[in-house]
């Protein structure tokens, strides 16, 4: 059983920079792929970007590439995502999560343990 809390949503200005983190309880943390996701009022959830158990590979969203960065740091069992140049459309609840079992990355059904997300407001 793996615990997800993110923290480090708020409120920016367009432009602007925030670092979310997801710290993970349990001890095989270092086992599972981690991803950030992210819903808007209205919209689906959608993929954001995913790292490796290693850290070795990650993959981003079109949209969010070259803005925004996830890395991990195993030993603290956290993810970070760090993310640069807000625009109002990057509005939304973000979330992290931990898969273990094969399937898309980008599919949010085949991740095993959710966050309760975090709020992310980029104002215009």
């Known amino acids: 059983q793996v615990q997800l809390v993110e923290s480090g949503g708020g409120l920016v200005q367009a432009g602007g920079s925030l670092r979310l983190s997801c710290a993970a309880s349990?001890?095989?943390?270092?086992?599972?792929?981690m991803g950030w996701f992210r819903q808007a009022p209205g919209k689906e959830r959608e993929f954001v970007a995913t790292?490796?158990?290693?850290?070795?590979?990650?993959v981003y969203l079109d949209s969010v590439k070259g803005r925004f960065t996830i890395s991990r740091d195993n030993a603290k069992n956290t993810v970070y995502l760090q993310m640069n140049s807000l625009k109002p459309e990057d509005t939304a609840v973000y979330y992290c999560?931990?898969?273990?079992?094969?399937?898309?990355?980008?599919?949010?059904?085949?991740?095993?343990?959710w966050g309760q997300g975090t709020q992310v407001t980029v104002s215009s």
């Open positions: 999560a931990a898969k273990t079992s094969a399937g898309s990355y980008y599919v949010p059904s085949t991740y095993d343990y």
């Open positions: 349990g001890r095989t943390f270092s086992s599972y792929r």
């Open positions: 790292i490796s158990w290693t850290g070795g590979t990650t």
